[in-house]
Structure formats: C-alpha cells, structure tokens
C-alpha cells in the first residue's frame, strides 16, 4: 500500500542554519514526489516536484529510491520558511497521498 | 480568475442535518478534486472528477457524501446527516489533465471549515 510518512511534527532552528524535512514513502510504483507548504493563514501550494529537479526559495529536494525518501533540505533557513510543510506522493489517476505534515519554525 | 474558491468559508452545522459545500476550480482545470483534512493530518483523497465524470471515489465517502459537477464547471459536496466525525476542513483543488501540465500539481482552494455541533 502506498504511504507517506514525515516523522517530524515539529522542527525548530535557527535563522541562518540548515533545515532538513524528512519524508519516506512506500509505494509499488513508480513514483512522483512533491513538496506542499503552507503559510500562515494562506491555502496549500506547491513548492516543488521531485521530476523537474528544481530549487525553489532555495529548497531542493531530490528523490532517493534506495531509500525511499525525499528530504527537502534547505542549507540557510529564513525567518519565512516557517510553514507548514507536507510531502506527497501522486498515484496513477493524478491522486495524491500526503504525509502528516512538519511545522517548521525558524528562530530569529 | 483568481484562483480556485470555496464557499462557505465556515460552516457550523447541528449534527443530523444536511450542508452543501461549493467550489469554484481555475476555469481552464478540467480536472477537480475533494480532499479532507483533520486536526494533525494531511489531507485525505476523497473523490476526484475529469470534466463532469467522476472517475474515483474514496472508501472515506460514505453514502452519505455525494459530489457532483453538473456541468464541468463548478463542483458540489454534499453530507447528509452530519455526524460529529465529519468535522473537518474540506479542501477543492484543481488541475490540469494528463499531458496538459498535470504534473505541475493541485491548485487549492482555502478550504470550508466544517463544525458539527
């Protein structure tokens, strides 16, 4: 069965700092990885997707199929990367499946 | 267009009765969705519809829940005889078909807070 799982509710550091979100998946497929955050008082978006590789606000995450997993790292954390993040995995059908999610604070 | 709209923003509702929740996708999307999302959860698929067809259904929508897009446009989520548990935040979202820029993920909605009391 396909599943997303963030085992981190809770993330603090500080200003300037690296930042690391993890998430590990399951899935029999093959599979695509996107990253959804959400700021305060604001709807969900994308952040970014494991297949165009890219960095957003300085984020990347890049997809690891030994490991199942696909961190998004961050190398300096600014005061407004505090959000709440959620990974996700697209199943055939244009479904997604969201892990529980991380709230990221980052300390000033 | 500003996006994908949700109407109500909150709804409070006495259990047992029925409510009616509204979306609004991006016009151009001919794909949309319903996802629920509870306190420390993630959102969970409920149903989704390719154009008017709803093409997948979640086990999580009991009979008592139906949806429907009439006209391809705007979508409709309705509960019937609202259950404690069925307090949530439910969450639209639309997007582009296969092959027309899906893999560029959901546009969301803000979401209708449902309370039952």
């Known amino acids: 069965a396909q599943r997303v799982t963030q085992p981190e509710k809770l993330l603090s550091v500080f200003k300037g700092a690296p930042v690391e979100l993890k998430c590990n998946y399951s899935?029999?497929?093959?599979?695509?990885l996107f990253w959804y955050v959400q700021y305060s008082r604001q709807r969900l978006q994308l952040l970014l997707r494991?297949?165009s590789r890219e960095s957003i606000k300085g984020f990347t995450a890049d997809l690891n199929k030994g490991e199942t997993s696909f961190h998004l790292k961050k190398p300096f954390a600014q005061e407004e990367d505090s959000a709440m993040y959620y990974c996700?995995?697209?199943?055939?059908?244009?479904?997604?499946?969201f892990g529980t999610g991380t709230s990221l604070t980052v300390i000033p | 267009d500003t996006g994908v709209s949700q109407n109500p923003r909150h709804k409070i509702t006495k259990r047992g009765q029925n409510v009616t929740f509204r979306c609004d996708p991006i016009?151009?999307?001919?794909?949309l969705y319903w996802y629920r999302q509870t306190l420390g959860q993630g959102p969970e698929f409920l149903t989704y519809?390719?154009?008017?067809?709803?093409?997948?259904k979640s086990r999580l929508l009991s009979d008592r829940f139906s949806a429907e897009r009439p006209k391809g446009s705007f979508s409709t989520l309705e509960i019937q005889r609202t259950e404690q548990g069925d307090s949530a935040m439910y969450l639209c979202?639309?997007?582009?078909?296969?092959?027309?820029?899906?893999?560029?993920?959901?546009?969301f909605g803000s979401g209708t807070r449902l309370t039952v009391v």
């Open positions: 979202a639309s997007s582009l078909g296969a092959g027309q820029g899906s893999n560029y993920g959901y546009t």
């Open positions: 899935y029999s497929g093959s599979p695509e």
């Open positions: 494991h297949i």
């Open positions: 996700a995995l697209r199943k055939t059908g244009n479904q997604f499946y």
């Open positions: 016009s151009e999307h001919n794909r």
């Open positions: 519809f390719q154009n008017e067809a709803q093409l997948e």
